[in-house]
Structure formats: C-alpha cells, structure tokens
C-alpha cells in the first residue's frame, strides 16, 4: 500500500464503497455516526472497525460456550452460538456481496445478533425473564445492546463499544420485530440469513444426534425439493446428511437472491434510506417461504420439544433460578465488578447481566460451588 493512502484518512473506504456498492446499499459515509464523536480510521471503514470491536469483545469469545440447541454433554459435533454467529455471517456475507449492499456492515450486525444469549439457550432466557419479571424481564436481543453500549469495555474509561448508530439500530430492530417500519436492507439480510443457518443446522445436528430419522423427513416439501436436485437417495447416511444440509442452504440462498434481485430491480435506483421508506422487503419466493415454515413447524415438533433436550433443558432451568436466588440473598458472593451495577441498575438486574454473562460450564461450576456444596449442611434454594 502506497502510504499517501494512509496518510489521508477515510478516502480508501469512501472509494472503494463507491465502486463496489450499489446505491441502495448503506454507505459508510452516510453513516450517523457514534454516540461519542472519533476520527476515522486511515483505512478501516466506521464498519469494518465496528465488526473488529465486537470480535474483540469476551462477551464474543464467550459464545463458544454458549449452547444453540444442543448442550455440551451431547457431544462435541453440533453447533454451538459461535459457530452458527460464523454461519450466519458467512451466508449474510454472500448475499451482501451479490446483492452489492454494504459487507462490512452486514458482517457487525451478523457478529453480534446472538452475543447477548445467556446459557442454556432459550430455556435460559425464559429462566431470567421470570426471575426478572417484576423489574422489566430479560431478552438476549435488549441484553446485546447493554452488552455493548453498557457493560463491555475497550482501553478508555467510557463505558461500551461505541458502536456505530446503523449497526446497533440493527440490534434494536431485532429486538422488537413487531415493529410495522421496513428495516434498512443490511438488517434484513441478516434476518434472512439467521433463519436459514439455523433451519439447515438444526435438521443436521438432530440426524446427527440421533433425534431425527430420514424417513420422518420425507413428509417435508422443501426435502422433497433437496431430493429432486440432488441424488441424495443414491449416496451413503454420512454424505447423505451433508449433501442434505447443503443442499437446504443452496436451495434457500438462491431462491433469496432470485426474489430479492426481483424487489430491487422494481424499486428501481433509490438510495438505502428510500429503500427504506418505500416499504422494499428482501425475502423468498411465496412457496419457498411456505416450504421453510413446514420445516419451522417440524424442527420445532420433533426436535425443540424432543425429551431428550426438555430433560436437559429442566435441569439447566432449575440450576439458574437457584443461582438467581441464592445471589439476591447473598450479593457479596457476587464479583465487585457486578455488585457495582447494582448500584445504577438495581440488585436483580445486575444479577441477570452476571448470570446472563455466563458461559453453560461457568454456570454449572458457580452451580455446583454456591449451591450442591451447601446442601449437606441443610440448605436447599429451590
Ligand atoms: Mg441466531
């Protein structure tokens, strides 16, 4: 690199979104910026250096121990929520980069939809909005965004990441989806891009694991499709289940990419925020849309409600609300760190962000610590 390039700060981004974007894509420059004012970076994009601080973060690292569907104790195969964050910003990626809206900013936005999961998953999420239920409950989506405006630290005093407005308007969006206002076309990418990831790894996490069979999969339209264009029949189980998988994401990708390039041609040369306002949504074909709810409905059957998983999903329920009682009656067990929050956020709340922060295997060893030791000397939290 040339090192006038360095030298001259925000050109190389600004010139390098003009050529590759479209004009409907969110560009950099157009950005509203972050809560406190910085200067730009000499060749990181306001992004680019968005998806760096959110990667950097430990609530990031924690992800690798944060379960999806399936808990540790199933084995070391299925997903857990950092390998599906990374699938999730690999497809969102693809789309972003064929359709010619803004990667970088696709790539943050995929990077951090999942960063505020407590553990256990959805069980855990449920567990901590009862707990909290007097004091505003709990969501993963809203606990992303105290993540990083709040709780997470870079090397300055100030509180957060202080992440750009388009990318925690991003997070926000998630965080209440009944809203009727059409989302900016990055954000629905990695909407879209979730939903896929996580239908397709699902159905080969279950076949892997033993929760599902092929025979009951065969009831199922969009596999019925995957057989049509793939020789899915004519190939040995373990290839079977990969060609399957690969096949969903294909048929799902392509179908997304075909219609969304058929929403945007019509809409015709609008800029990111006229996108907005026109009402323009990204999204399947109707039958493609219909197929993917059967296998939703399906996975949620046979595979969410499955025994094998209520059984771990009870016991992982029951050590939670244990851990949240014991810490309201005894907060000095709590880190000086946490005990500081409950000063500005109140003693449940600061409870819920520790407990929430937790990986499943730090949670099953403060378990086992405050709660199984003290049992034999008569003391019971349930
Ligand atoms: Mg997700």
């Given amino acids: 690199m040339q090192e006038s390039n360095l030298s001259q700060p925000s050109t190389s981004w600004i010139q390098r979104e003009s050529v590759l974007l479209a004009c409907y894509a969110m560009h ?7 809560t406190r004012l910085e200067p730009e970076h000499p060749y990181r994009s306001p ?55 803004n990667e970088d900013l696709i790539e943050a936005m995929a990077l951090l939809h999942d960063i505020g999961h407590p553990p256990y998953g959805h069980c855990g999420e449920d567990v ?11 969501s ?14 870079r090397y300055t005093q100030e509180p957060g990441l202080n992440l750009t407005y388009e990318v925690l308007s991003g997070q926000q969006f998630r965080s209440h989806k009944q809203t009727a206002q059409t989302q900016m076309l990055e954000i629905q990418v990695v909407d879209a891009a979730d ?34 264009s793939a020789p899915l029949d004519h190939i040995e189980p373990p290839l079977r289940r990969a060609m399957l998988v690969h096949t969903l994401l294909d048929l799902q990708m392509a179908d997304f990419l075909k219609h969304s390039s058929d929403e945007l041609k019509q809409a015709g040369r609008l800029t990111s925020k006229q996108m907005q306002d026109a009402g323009v949504m990204l ?9 993917k709810l059967q296998l939703e409905e399906f996975l949620f059957e046979q595979v969410y409600r ?6 771990v999903r009870d016991r992982a329920a029951v050590r939670l609300k244990q851990l949240y009682r014991y810490l309201s009656i005894h907060p000095e067990k709590l880190p000086p760190r946490v005990q500081q929050w ?6 449940p709340k600061a409870i819920g962000a520790y407990l929430a922060g937790m990986t499943d295997r730090f949670c099953d060893d403060q378990y086992l610590q405050l709660i199984e030791m003290g049992r034999p000397y008569g003391i019971d939290w349930s």
């Fill in 283 to 291: 999204g399947m074909s109707p039958t493609l849309e219909q197929e």
């Fill in 140 to 153: 993963h989506n809203q606990f992303a965004i105290d993540l990083v405006t709040k709780i997470e630290q």
């Fill in 47 to 101: 992004f680019q250096r968005d998806r760096d601080r959110i990667v950097h973060s430990s609530a990031f690292r924690r992800l690798s121990g944060k379960m999806q569907v399936f808990t540790g104790d199933m084995g070391d195969y299925h997903r857990t929520r950092l390998t599906h964050t990374h699938e999730v910003a690999s497809l969102a990626r693809t789309i972003g980069r064929t359709l010619r809206l």
């Fill in 306 to 311: 499955h025994e094998r998983l209520t059984e």
């Fill in 342 to 347: 409950s000063e500005p956020w109140g003693l």
């Fill in 195 to 228: 939903s896929i990831a996580y239908d397709s790894h699902d159905v080969d996490d279950a076949l892997k694991l033993g929760l599902l069979d092929w025979e009951q999969l065969d009831r199922l339209e969009l596999v019925c499709r995957a057989k049509r």
């Fill in 28 to 34: 950099s420059k157009d950005s509203l910026g972050r």
């Fill in 128 to 138: 901590l909005d009862e707990c909290l239920k007097e004091h505003g409950g709990f």
